[in-house]
Nanobody
Framework: QVQLVESGGGLVQAGGSLRLSCAAS????????MGWFRQAPGQEREFVAT???????YYADSVKGRFTISRDNAKNTVYLQMNRLKPEDTAVYYC?????????????????WGEGTLVTVSS
């Protein structure tokens, strides 16, 4: 059974940085694409970033140039480094494992979700 556990969320001022971590168990980690989604109050869950098993990364336009996704296959962990944070980045951030294929660009491609970690960016 796949389990994804996020950590690293918290409160940060605009312009600051946070690094989120997602520890995975119950899978051959390097064989799956991983991703990050976020959901703000009253909004739908949206794509943030994804990374293939081989390390190819893709980002939503809203975070491109500010966020970096990476993975450490030896630690079964995927990271999201968030820099120059904005109040509109405030959301619950969810780690995701792919249903099939190397990357995740939409929720329909998600096999497993983490429980989420809250990121709050103050102005």
């Amino acid at each position: 059974q796949v389990q994804l556990v996020e950590s690293g969320g918290g409160l940060v001022q605009a312009g600051g940085s946070l690094r989120l971590s997602c520890a995975a168990s119950g899978l051959s980690f390097s064989s799956y694409g991983m991703g990050w989604f976020r959901q703000a109050p009253g909004q739908e869950r949206e794509f943030v970033a994804t990374i293939s098993g081989s390390g190819s990364a893709y980002y939503a336009d809203s975070v491109k140039g500010r966020f970096t996704i990476s993975r450490d296959n030896a630690k079964n962990t995927v990271y999201l480094q968030m820099n120059r944070l904005k109040p509109e980045d405030t959301a619950v951030y969810y780690c995701a494992r792919s249903r099939a294929g190397d990357i995740i660009l939409s929720s329909s491609q998600v096999r497993s979700w983490g429980e989420g970690t809250l990121v709050t960016v103050s102005s």
